[in-house]
């Protein structure tokens, strides 16, 4: 008799004796095809990493291409795929002359960017500062690196060097502004204080995410070209998390770039929407500069899956896909047809407190207790009941959210098709009418 996958697999983020989710056996676009014969609308690109949907005809055939050639090498030997999608990252980053490190996934890419940052400093105990609601992964040093209430008791930021500013949450801001540029300025500010309180020349970086993440914070458009000039002035190299926030999640290649050269950032850590999650793929992007500081010496990191070639096949398929089917810009587009729709939503339902996002097709629905006092339906992280209660109804519907505490984040792979999105919005607007009544 088979035992059921709730009894013997460990499953993240989940309490084991609770989890009981469907079976998926199969994908095409935006839908999951389950075992018991459903089809799910999925809204969130899984965890905001199907960018290009399920299944997608280019990457099976990649891989299955690349599979029929050469499975695996370790990376002490070259490998055609690797070093072709080293080539292409850097073409579409702008980062000529700079270097590629191939992780397995985002937080070894953020730790390694730190690694490679604090080596590239000269400071290999330097300080890194990040910020509060961020996330950045779940090993020990990506949850130091995390200002994630969830985890904060399981490990200690101060034993990495690392140090916690207060968020861009210009909703929310934690610098008492009423308005988004003033918080943006402030939350900047933020940052640039607690270097000089530290002492630039103890500090290794920055690390920070662009845009779209599990936070829910969409920082204010004056924010990342204020970081990028803080940190400069300051000679500290500035990280940009772009494991959620690439491969059009934000209207744009890398996030970033939304604010042209005044936001380039000296590293930017990848994966998802790197191979449009259908194998494993973190990478972490040198500009030449920081390249150059280590060209000459010994890079101790490494795990033996490190630019698998495998993943780097799909990651050259999933970037092919994305410029030939006009994905960044069909997202841009889209994104903002989606924040309009969000926001006549707001002016319907006095549950939404904010909706903000809508660079790409990210955006945030903030659900709140009382408009006026922005109350929280239930002390963060948690999730109010009737939240829950709507996103089980809308599964029941056919259509799967994501939710972190009283947020809704919206993701959908850049694929899915118009008339889809507009049919899972017409239900999430019916369960709110359902389940927050006026």
């Known amino acids: 008799m088979a035992i059921a996958e709730r009894d013997c697999v460990l499953h993240s983020w989940s309490v084991q004796s609770d989890w009981d989710a469907p079976t998926v056996v199969g994908g095409r676009g935006a839908r999951l095809h389950l075992a018991d014969g459903r089809e799910i609308l999925d809204l969130s690109s899984l965890a905001e990493c199907s960018n290009l949907g399920h299944q997608h005809p280019r990457l099976v055939e990649a891989i299955r291409a690349q599979a029929e050639r050469l499975c695996f090498v370790t990376n002490a030997w070259g490998a055609e795929p690797r070093a072709q999608l080293a ?33 590239a400093s000269r400071r ?33 930021p101060a034993a990495f060097n690392i140090h916690h500013v207060p968020p861009p949450y210009a909703y929310r ?137 495998l993943a780097c096949a799909a990651g050259l398929a999933a970037l092919a896909a994305y410029a030939e089917d006009d994905l960044i810009a069909r997202s841009r587009r889209l994104g903002v047809e989606l924040l309009a729709q969000l926001q006549r939503l707001q002016a319907r339902h006095a549950v939404i407190g904010d909706v903000r996002g809508g660079h790409g097709l990210f955006a945030v629905i903030e659900l709140v207790a009382d408009r006026a006092t922005r109350a929280m339906p239930a002390p963060w992280p948690q999730s109010p009941p009737a939240l829950r209660a709507l996103v089980d109804a809308a599964m029941a519907e056919g259509v799967s959210l994501a939710i972190r505490g009283n947020l809704i984040l919206l993701a959908p792979p850049l694929v899915i098709a118009e008339d889809e999105l507009a049919d899972a919005l017409a239900v999430i607007d019916r369960l709110l009418s359902r389940f927050f009544p006026a």
């Open 124 to 156: 290999p105990r330097g300080a890194v500062i990040a910020r509060d609601r961020s996330y950045h992964g779940a090993s020990h040093m990506a949850m130091a690196l995390s200002g994630d209430s969830r985890t904060r008791d399981q490990v200690d």
């Open 87 to 119: 080539q292409a990252l850097l073409e579409r980053s702008g980062f000529a002359g700079g270097r590629v490190y191939f992780t397995l996934g985002g937080a070894d890419a953020n730790e390694n960017a730190v690694k490679i940052a604090r080596q």
């Open 173 to 309: 801001c934690p610098f008492g502004s009423t308005d988004a540029d003033t918080c943006g300025e402030r939350a900047a500010q933020a940052v640039a204080d607690g270097i000089d309180g530290l002492g630039p020349e103890h500090v290794a970086a920055v690390i920070m995410e662009p845009n779209a993440g599990t936070n829910g914070i969409v920082a204010p458009d004056n924010y990342w070209p204020a970081l990028r000039r803080h940190t400069a002035q300051r000679e500290v190299l500035l990280i940009a998390d772009e494991v959620m926030s690439a491969f059009g999640r934000c209207g744009e290649w890398f996030a970033w770039q939304r604010h042209g050269e005044a936001g380039r950032p000296d590293l930017m850590t990848l994966a998802k929407g790197l191979t449009g999650a259908a194998l494993p793929l973190g990478a972490v992007v040198l500009s030449a500069q920081v390249a150059a500081r280590i060209e000459h010496e010994m890079l101790y990191t490494g795990l033996t899956y490190c630019g698998h070639p």
